[in-house]
């Protein structure tokens, strides 16, 4: 059941459906209903989702180094390591920008090329994929079929925890009971900001979805289109062979019938010479040789 799910996510999109419907059906015929079920609800990747898991079925090793990137994000975000925070963001753009290229460039290998607004789809996913540990699994899988929602909360801070630079220097020794006291007004505007952020980014997931929703069903119409026409071009070649042979054969019957008139008059012309022929020898075939005149028979006078 799991191979038959990978092969399928492995497709892509414009292929999903038909494949899906096959294999729910083969699980029926074989008497499996809970395996035809699971399969009939699989829902069609969107293609940005297709092009994600092909970068993951491609590059398992990087795929596990992009989710400790993520579990050392979430780690420094808690502790308010703000060194750390700033290394791993630039390391996180770098990460994030290479990995939806080599993405892009797989997908137009595999045959389905990607627009630049599916490759932002790509990096969302993938920042998705660093901010929330449920959404670094289901990326992980292989098998989105849509790009997972981006977390509306930042990870929790740890009680007590302290920023490393305060720390070093000694200063407000009181700062973990401040800080139970008053929230960090800088940490409520960043909030706030991602907040905000996040929901814009969500309303245009959600348009980018429509809109990549509706060009698959046009690439399913045009890819329909194209078959009909092969069909339709392969009837035309059929009835033009067909016509073809048609006046091959009437050629042919043409000359035989020329040559049976050929023969025929051939045949006339003989037969009248010979009919000829037997009107001339009738008379002495049938009477046989002449009788010598009898003595007693009178004679015809001679002519003066």
Not at 33 to 38: F, T
Not at 53 to 80: C, D, I, W
Not at 252 to 259: I, L
Request: hydrophobic residues 40%.
């Amino acid at each position: 059941m799991e191979e038959v799910i990978d092969a399928l996510y492995a497709l892509p999109p414009a292929r999903f459906v038909g494949a899906r419907d096959e294999a729910a059906a083969g699980a029926g015929r074989e008497g499996d209903p809970a395996a035809r079920k699971r399969i009939a609800q699989l829902r069609r990747p969107t293609l940005a989702a297709w092009t994600s898991n092909t970068l993951v079925r491609a590059m398992p090793q990087e795929v596990e180094q992009f989710r400790r990137l993520g579990q050392a994000l979430r780690k420094a975000h808690r502790s308010l390591d703000g060194d750390r925070l700033r290394a791993l963001s630039h390391q996180q753009h770098v990460v994030i920008g290479a990995l939806a290229r080599e993405a892009q460039r797989l997908a137009g290998e595999a045959g389905t090329p990607v627009s630049e607004t599916v490759l932002r789809e790509v990096e969302q996913i993938l920042h998705a994929a660093l901010a929330d540990p449920e959404a670094a699994d289901a990326w992980a899988s292989g098998r989105l079929a849509k790009a997972p929602a981006l977390p509306t909360d930042l990870p929790g801070i740890d009680p007590g925890a302290v920023p490393p630079a305060a720390a070093a220097t000694g200063r407000r020794a009181a700062a973990p009971r401040a800080a139970e006291r008053r929230p960090d007004p800088r940490v409520d505007a960043a909030r706030t900001a991602v907040q905000n952020a996040q929901r814009a980014v969500a309303a245009r997931e959600d348009e980018l979805r429509l809109a990549e929703e509706a060009h698959q069903r046009a690439v399913e119409r045009a890819a329909t289109a194209d078959a009909e026409a092969d069909r339709a071009q392969a009837a035309r070649d059929r009835a033009h062979h067909a016509v073809a042979q048609a006046r091959q054969q009437r050629r042919a019957a043409d000359d035989a019938a020329a040559g049976a008139r050929r023969a025929a008059q051939s045949a006339t012309r003989r037969l009248r010479t010979l009919d000829g022929a037997l009107d001339g020898a009738t008379p002495q075939a049938e009477g046989g040789p002449a009788d010598p005149p009898s003595a007693d028979a009178p004679t015809a006078p001679e002519d003066t």
